[in-house]
């Protein structure tokens, strides 16, 4: 099972080679209380430490597959079932330290029935999680 | 004497809950050991791989059906029409929505489908699909024998367009088979706390819904021909058992004196910190069953004064 909080703690590492890390993941699992097809998911931005990472510049890792954010609007024939997680893939050469980072997230969802005013409507997380290597 | 309700748990009041502490056996323990005899989900939740489960999936399904001694009542599905940010859905592509989550609702033994259609308006005014959605899949649920139940749900209230043109649809049609889900959110009298990021200005401009739209209850009379299921949402119940937004002391002799003998389905929405829910439900059906025997033993008691006058 996962944990409480939309960021997972397992999952949140460095990406690429050491010593030539060009990124990192954020594992972060369904926060609606039903699965949606992907389309109604807007993206999410993210931010380490003050660090701003938007939507827009990020990658989604959704049941073993890679998709930009222009890809996402497509996707609705691709579920994101509750009690499962995507990962994030977030471009930063270098990497982020090892050590503990504080992680917000916003994303940004439309729900059909909410009122056109609050869609998308913003699910915003944050919290505190650790980078080992 | 009147019949009695029928007592179920919406497992959407363990939102949060299933998939980080606990799983679907865990729900079917909690909501039997409420004496519950129904069990309510929410398709795109609680079924695993929707809209296909496995064959495995299913037998556990019917095994936990089984076991815990509970059926299935309403099946929570949805019509996205607003399926991408510059299309929305046709009337043939939110029928075949609606016939896809009619079949596995039928498969999985539920009598009642409750499509949540996307809407127009704040006045959560559905997407003007639905009625062609709707009437293209009239026959198969006529086969199936599952009634569709879209839900009256606050903001919108009981004298509505929203609930004239459904009943308007039922009269049209002479269907048996679409009738209306009446969530009691809508005779909420006090407000809820703010949400987490809410500021008072967004509760007076968008959200005043949240402080109640207190529906009257005697309301009721208008609609209860055609509702079926009651989805008995409520937020916070204390240890007093006082529930500190809905008038149960009101909502529920309502339903007795129209003769509702239909499902209370408990839908618990409110702080979603772990394992809180599983106490909520059990206080709200501690407390709507008293208030039933209540009822009951008031109605008995002058035919007893009679009998001996």
């Known amino acids: 099972m996962l944990e409480r909080s939309h960021v997972q703690s397992s999952g949140f590492a460095n990406l690429g080679p050491e010593g030539a890390r060009t990124g990192f993941r954020v594992r972060f699992r369904q926060p609606n209380y039903r699965g949606t097809r992907v389309s109604l998911m807007e993206g999410i931005d993210v931010v380490v430490d003050g660090e701003p990472f938007p939507a827009e510049q990020n990658r989604y890792l959704i049941a073993g597959r890679e998709y930009g954010y222009a890809e996402l609007d497509g996707l609705t024939e691709l579920r994101w079932p509750v009690g499962t997680a995507i990962d994030i893939l977030v471009e930063k050469p270098g990497g982020l330290e090892p050590g503990v980072h504080l992680v917000e997230t916003v994303l940004r969802y439309r729900h059909p029935y909410f009122p056109p005013r609050f869609r998308p409507i913003p699910v915003q997380d944050s919290r505190h999680a650790t980078i080992i290597f | 004497m009147s019949g009695s309700f029928q007592y179920g748990v919406s497992l959407y009041s363990y939102t949060d809950d299933i998939g980080t502490v606990m799983g679907l056996e865990e ?246 910190d772990p394992w809180v829910a599983i106490e909520q439900v059990r206080r709200h059906h501690a407390l709507i069953r008293k208030l039933e025997r209540e009822y009951d033993q008031a109605a008995v008691q002058p035919e007893m004064d009679n009998h001996h006058a």
């Open chain 2, 27 to 272: 729900a079917f323990y909690h909501a039997a050991d409420t004496g519950s005899t129904g069990i309510e989900i929410l398709g795109e939740a609680h079924v695993e791989h929707y809209p296909e489960p496995n064959a495995a999936w299913l037998d556990r399904w019917f095994a936990l059906g089984e076991q815990y001694k509970l059926q299935p009542t309403n099946f929570a599905s949805w019509v996205d029409t607003h399926i991408q940010r510059d299309r929305n859905l046709t009337a043939e592509e939110g029928a075949a929505q609606l016939a896809l989550d009619l079949n596995l609702a039928s498969k999985l033994g539920f009598k009642f489908l409750r499509p949540k259609f996307g809407v127009i308006d704040d006045e959560l005014t559905p997407h003007p699909i639905w009625e062609g959605a709707v009437e293209r899949v009239l026959d198969l649920a006529t086969k199936l024998d599952v009634i569709i139940i879209p839900e009256i749900h606050a903001p919108t209230p009981i004298r509505h367009p929203v609930v004239e043109g459904y009943v308007d649809f039922i009269q049209r049609t002479g269907t048996k088979h679409f009738g209306l889900l009446i969530d009691t959110g809508i005779f909420q009298d006090r407000p809820l706390p703010y949400w987490q990021h809410e500021t008072p200005e967004m509760r007076k401009e968008a959200m005043s819904f949240l402080d109640g739209i207190n529906v009257p209850v005697e309301q009721l009379a208008v609609v209860i021909e055609y509702t079926p299921f009651i989805q008995a949402k409520f937020h916070h119940i204390d240890e007093q058992l006082h529930d500190h937004n809905i008038p149960w002391e009101r909502v529920v002799p309502a339903l007795k004196s129209l003769g509702y003998t239909g499902y209370l389905s408990s839908e618990y929405e409110g702080v979603r």
